[in-house]
Nanobody, 133 residues
Framework: QVSVVESGGGLVQAGDSLTLSCKVSGLTFDDYAMGWFRQGPGKERESVSCLSWKGDSTYYSDSVKGRFTISRDNAKNTLYLQMNNLKSADTGMYYC??????????????????????????WGQGTQVTVSS
């Protein structure tokens, strides 16, 4: 049984840093692309950052580029998201997803149209990030 568990969220002030973690079990972690998505209050879920299964390619949304860094530790089956200079607009529920390798190219757009495919991947339950201004 696949398990995807996020941690590290919390309440911080604007300008602060926070690191999210995502522990995955029940699958061969190295075979999966990984991604962070978020859903702000009253907004649709959006992609934040994705990392290819080889770890040689990354995607960042324009809103977080230069502030967030995605990384993975295959030995620990864990994905990270280092978030610096947080803004109130970063507030939301952050979800980790273990993605089938072919999904990576959809991270920048159209991912929502394919997320219901059975081979899309696996979602976590989310961790809340709240940034006060």
């Amino acid at each position: 049984q696949v398990s995807v568990v996020e941690s590290g969220g919390g309440l911080v002030q604007a300008g602060d840093s926070l690191t999210l973690s995502c522990k995955v079990s029940g699958l061969t972690f190295d075979d999966y692309a990984m991604g962070w998505f978020r859903q702000g209050p009253g907004k649709e879920r959006e992609s934040v950052s994705c990392l290819s299964w080889k770890g040689d390619s990354t995607y960042y949304s324009d809103s977080v580029k230069g502030r967030f860094t995605i990384s993975r530790d295959n030995a620990k089956n864990t994905l990270y998201l280092q978030m610096n200079n947080l803004k109130s607009a970063d507030t939301g529920m952050y979800y980790c997803a273990a993605l089938s390798p072919w999904v990576y190219v959809y991270c920048s757009n159209d991912w929502s149209a394919i997320q219901r495919r059975p081979d899309f991947g696996f979602w976590g339950q989310g961790t809340q990030v709240t940034v006060s201004s």
